[in-house]
């Protein structure tokens, strides 16, 4: 299957800082990428559609202010946690598609705000 | 009412075994059925895609769709430990987007 590449895989971060969340689709071009955060035994939630080119697409309660989303390049979409604290703590997971279907996750970011 | 409801387990099976996950829709315009396998702390790993009614099987692993009842299954023949996983349904509508299942925990007993 295609290969998605999300990095870091785990960070550590103080609050009130920034931390940058990077996704990669490594063997396909991807125009839109989606970011996901997940609980502990909970399933995942969309947070944002990230678009080549153009604006995020976010879900409704999701501040575009706090996640913010860049989709640069074809094969790179990063997601920057802002001025994070520790309700922002999470696992943190990014898919892109090489087709119609057959979405491909990477391997998630667990994110921890002390 | 979720669009996606699934029961979250947990399941524990004997070694051989086979496991039977299942869930239902609500969305009728949903298209493409997808399962996922999550180990703990790791992203999720496709394991199945179909968008037909019917069944679709790859080795151990049988997805069954049923688009009339808005039931889609999947079936985990001679179970392994190495099973032992959170296993999640998604489906997609045309927007693309993931509609996931809460996820069913399965521990597959040596």
Redesign the interface.
Known sequence: ?AV?S?HPSWVICKSGTSVKIECRSLDFQAT?M?WYRQFPK???M?MA?SNEGSKATYEQGVEKDKFLINHASLTLSTLTVTSAHPEDSS?Y?C?A?PG?????????T?LTVV | QKEVEQDPGPLSVPEGAIVSLNCTYSNSAFQYFMWYRQYSRKGPELLMYTYSSGNKEDGRFTAQVDKSSKYISLFIRDSQPSDSATYLCAIQGDDYKLSFGAGTTVTVRA
Not at chain 1, 100 to 106: L, M, S
């Open positions: 299957g998605v999300q839109t989606f909970q399933s995942l969309l559609t696992f997971i898919s598609r119609p279907a057959r979405a491909f996750f990477g391997q998630g667990r």
